[in-house]
């Protein structure tokens, strides 16, 4: 069953949680004096409003008209109510998720990318530069600057860019140009830090272009409540009051916070960040300031970290691969406003599978992440007779991840 | 710009064009005997229901419930006003799409293969088997066994199987048993024809188990008029009258009849097919009495054909290589009721890259034939300063299709 909100229904404001955070945030220090960042340090990079988004106090901001065009190309995004799954394991529980895999790029990323690609046009910038891991937020960015005809370069890391093609033919489909990082050394296989080093190097030596980055900064995860300001009044539609909890996979945390943060006010309504047990940045890391790259490059920033040199295994979800998190993120967990678990893959992989042979849709690596705690939280009402209600993040579609259910269906997933 | 129906806007009930053609139609004959064929020729393959349907003279099929309990999972779909693409054509007219590619195996076929596997399983049947080419139709009659808990087994097309494992991997998520064909002979690279065999041969030698296809036959296009008794309401709500023209991509005819047959008692809508120049069946073929496969073995049938022995050459709409045609559609087309057009494969995919860049959603390569109809209306309504409503079906996403797109961004793409 599904709850669908028209387009004139996209949220117009975007739901500020740095201004709602229990305590004020520590601000992010820069790399070689230690000093707090100031604007002018980050104007090379990105544009002013979204350097004023980063630190605003404001409660809500406003959303640009310009983006709510591209947005309704395919928001409001459906809420489903997964009645079959539910069937399936038997719980009085009732589970809905918000299907952020409709968007273009299949993924929550281009709510993100479509805002960033604006505010640069808007500012005189007419190229944009970023570094993709296996190629989600590559793809995400190069489509949001194929919408307002500005240029795009990115920096895909060599390993992904030689053996997964996929992103990137669809990148250049959009009109991005992409490159194997790092550009340096080809015989280098690369990896994300190596690859934000050559994109902030390139924006940074070229008055026409920015830098855009797909997860962790304020702004970015700002944007993204467009999807729990949605889920809210579909929840409504489905005469539904507020979740019993609201769960989402977490990575740098943009998927998560977006849907999350609109409810961090509503007393009772748990928050979940769902990480992998083999980069348990928020369930076994610890608090305090570090660099959001390997390189030492970026800002310090005060989150929960495995430490900048940590070298995740290579899991499937490669979206959730990062040492750090969310410094909004981080400091709900902090403040105990938010839990966190950690789920091996296998175990994630199992969820995934009954979740498309139930509902049928075939969801992500990182996806799977959230329906493993959904699946969870689901089987432990079943055991209390709690008729609770579950809300997660259908952050993205698998189709583009076969082969990694290929060696869960082949019996040669290994967990780390 | 979206118009969406809800859940309970799914149609009860389907269109079945047999009724409503301007002539009755010739009935298929027996391979061996060129006898009309009856329903006991055709029960040891098909349960009675669909059977019934195949031949029914009822203007409208009731859809049962058990059925739309599963369509809901992805149903009503989108209907889309394509403005951005308006507006970078400059034309008056006002385009629409259908996204089909929502469904849980990203194309229009689990429309069939839901009530296909609902039927079987009700006369007691506990194993369909079928075959497949590059993937889409096996896809989706294993998503739709799996909802019913019935076995699948497709013998997929040797060739695909061994290069394309991506929807292989999409069918074994969903529980289905995918063999390459054909089975007795491993150095063969296969065909479709072969495959049918294969799958034939194993339904009929097993009492639990029956064949179903996914195209070309009576039930299959009837099941899939969801498409355009839906888009008819929705085209209402976004203030419309009748559509100027209706544009399907063609192969066997599913997605097309879809679309269109609703419309086809509206005087006045254009009713457009669009096949590939490689395989020119329609507009080129001769209409007659030909085999549904290469090895003669299935009844021969009233349509527009190429010769059962026709091989296409290795184009990138794996779905519109197919030597006939619906035997409805051909009926349409042969009573002037329906056009059609044939588009070389370089035009297609300059079209599906203008959709991309202006709409972002990646279209399959067949959805491709009916976007490039749709522009080449779009733009005679240019010249002619025509306000025309253009409605298309956007049968199926690219995801799965991305080298065809690297061959196209490459320059590599042959127009044979």
């Given at each position: 069953m599904r709850f669908d909100l028209p387009s004139d229904k996209i949220p117009t404001a975007w739901f500020n949680a740095l201004a709602h955070l229990p305590e004020p945030m520590d601000p992010p220090l820069h790399?070689?004096?230690?000093e707090p960042v100031g604007p002018d340090d980050l104007s090379p990079l990105f544009p002013m409003a979204l350097i004023e988004q980063e630190m605003s106090p404001a409660p809500w901001v406003d959303v640009p008209g310009e983006v709510i065009d591209i947005l309704k190309l395919w928001r409001p995004t459906p809420l489903v109510r997964a009645e079959r799954l539910e069937q399936e394991l038997g719980t009085p529980a009732r589970i809905y998720y918000k299907d952020e895999s409709v968007s273009p790029a299949g993924s929550h990323k281009p709510n993100t990318a479509v805002p960033q690609a604006f505010y640069n046009k808007a500012e005189g910038i007419t190229r944009l530069t970023t570094e993709t891991g296996a190629g989600q937020w590559g793809t995400s960015l190069a489509f949001a600057t194929a919408q307002y005809g500005i240029e795009c370069k990115v920096y895909m890391v060599r390993t992904s860019f030689d053996s997964k093609p996929y992103r990137r033919i669809l990148m250049e489909t959009w009109g991005a140009e992409c490159v194997p990082s790092p550009v340096a050394d080809p015989s280098s296989p690369g990896s994300l830090g190596m690859a934000i080093s050559d994109a902030v190097a390139d924006a940074a030596g070229r008055a026409d272009s920015h830098y855009a980055l797909g997860s962790v900064l304020n702004h970015v995860l700002l944007h993204q409540t467009v999807i729990g300001l949605e889920a809210k009044e579909q929840l409504a539609l489905a005469?539904?009051?507020?979740?019993?909890v609201v769960i989402g996979a977490c990575g740098g945390g943009s998927n998560l916070g977006g849907i999350a943060f609109p409810f961090m006010n509503d007393a009772g309504v748990r928050l979940l960040a769902v990480e992998p047990t083999s980069c348990p940045t928020l369930t076994e890391g610890s608090y305090g300031y570090d660099f959001g790259d390997t390189a030492g490059l970026t800002p310090l920033m005060p989150m929960y970290t495995l430490g900048a040199d940590f070298m995740p295994p290579e899991?499937?979800?490669?979206?959730?691969?990062?040492?750090g998190d969310s410094p909004i993120v981080s400091a709900l967990v902090k403040a105990g406003r938010m839990e966190a678990v950690a789920c091996p893959q296998s175990k994630v992989f199992e969820a995934a599978t009954l979740f498309a042979r139930t509902e049928g849709k075939l969801p992500a690596p990182e996806t799977g992440h959230a329906i493993r705690a959904a699946i969870d939280e689901a089987l432990a009402a079943k055991e209390t007779g709690e008729e609770k209600v579950i809300l997660f993040n259908y952050s993205g579609h698998g189709f583009l991840d076969l082969s990694a259910y290929d060696a869960y269906n082949q019996g040669n997933l290994i967990d780390e």
């Open positions: 790399p070689g004096t230690r005469g539904e009051g507020l979740p019993s899991i499937h979800a490669g979206g959730l691969r990062y040492h």
